[in-house]
């Protein structure tokens, strides 16, 4: 299970939104919907997610009721305040979404859509595990408007799953990109590198087996070790390495040349695209500071500034609701220097890059030091004013975000 939640304010057990709150009606609306369930839990993982033995209460198969209810309430919340608007983006994400009937997606994105509406063309996700997309499952998500898959691949080799605790057989990967495909689906592949025994042949067959089930869009994610995962006790008592800084670097730049000879661009440093029309529009709403709602135990929300967190367990979840109550724990209203912060590490990595306008005017003559080692394009902040990373700047990009802020 995740970490503790944030500190902040008390949030109201009506859930509205503050009475001073400018809310932007034209600003584009995402919904998150968190589907908290997982077979068993991944040794790297430190999402809010529990398997049947940690619910303790909670009802899978009530699951999908009880998350209707707390889209009501945001309809409810929302039209207070005069900032219900369709729906720019959905995703389905946790755990393992793939877990619950879908009916049971069908039904929620339903919901969203009798709430909101859903504007014509919006992206619409679900993440799966390989081992639970079957054509009859994404035929049920299409018809339901699903457009797009994100498979967890993670990797194609087996040991490197099972340094990962991952369960699912590489070759069904291959089984459910062609499923998608033949529904009419989007799809993007997850992948993680640097795992514990993990060579470079090793991500160089996970990167080739990736390419070769042309998919729209590859993630491709640095293994982080998180505290209170298995896999950092097991770093702890020593049972396995910590993984290699330097070798994630060569990795990384690994599967940046291989992916652009297969003609994928990246556009957020750990993303790629074959199209821009292919790009994760939803996490593009995160990167942008567009508003979202967060649905589920733990998932977090934002509107006009303001931000919300709910509950962590799915009982507690539910008993709120049950009670005609929110399920937000606490939220925030961060201030302006807390949101340039925000701005400049969110923006600065992405390949459109953070305008220099956007950092503060005593910290924008460091863009010029950073262009000097190598981080930033020159070209970019000249021409367009704009703070852009190369290749060596993605691989620093915390350092850059540092300078531009500290």
Known sequence: MAGPLPVGDP???????????????????????????????CG????NTY????????????????????IALARE??????????????????????????????????????????????????????????PAVVDTLREAGVTRLSIGMQSAVPHVLAALDRTHRPENVATAVRAAR?????????????????????????????????????SAYALIIEDGTKLAR???????????DDLQADMYETADRRLAEAGFAWY????????????????????????????????HSHVAGLRWWNVKHPAAYAQRLASGESPAAGRERPDAQARTLERVLLQSRLAEGLPIADIEPTRR??????????LVDAASALRDRRVRLTLRGRLLADAVVRALTD
């Open 44 to 47: 790297y993982c430190d999402f």
């Open 268 to 299: 957020e440093v750990s993303n790629w695209a074959r199209e821009d029309r292919n790009r994760s529009r939803h996490n593009l709403a995160y990167w942008r500071g567009s508003d979202w709602w967060g649905f589920g135990p733990g998932a």
């Open 182 to 218: 033949e529904a009419g689906l989007d799809v993007s592949v997850d992948l993680i590198y640097g795992a514990p025994g993990e060579s470079p042949a090793d991500w160089e067959r996970s990167l080739d087996e990736a390419i070769g089930l042309q998919p729209d869009h590859i």
């Open 77 to 134: 919340v929302l039209g207070e305040a005069d900032a219900v608007r369709p729906l720019d983006t959905v995703f389905f994400g946790g755990g393992t979404p793939t877990l619950l009937p879908p009916g049971d997606l069908a039904r929620m994105l339903h919901a969203a859509s009798d709430a909101f509406g859903i504007r014509d063309g919006a992206e619409v996700t679900v993440e799966a595990n390989p081992d639970t997309v079957t």
């Open 234 to 244: 097991q770093i702890r008592r020593g049972e396995v390495p910590t993984p290699d």
């Open 365 to 374: 003559d460091r863009v010029a030091e950073l262009i000097s080692d190598g």
């Open 11 to 41: 949030a109201p057990p009506d859930g509205r939104l503050p009475q001073d709150l400018d809310v932007d009606a034209s600003m584009p609306l995402s919904a998150y919907l968190h589907v908290p369930f997982c077979r068993v839990r």
């Open 51 to 70: 398997t049947s033995s940690e619910l303790r209460g909670a009802r899978q198969d009530e699951y999908a009721d009880t998350l209707i209810r707390e």
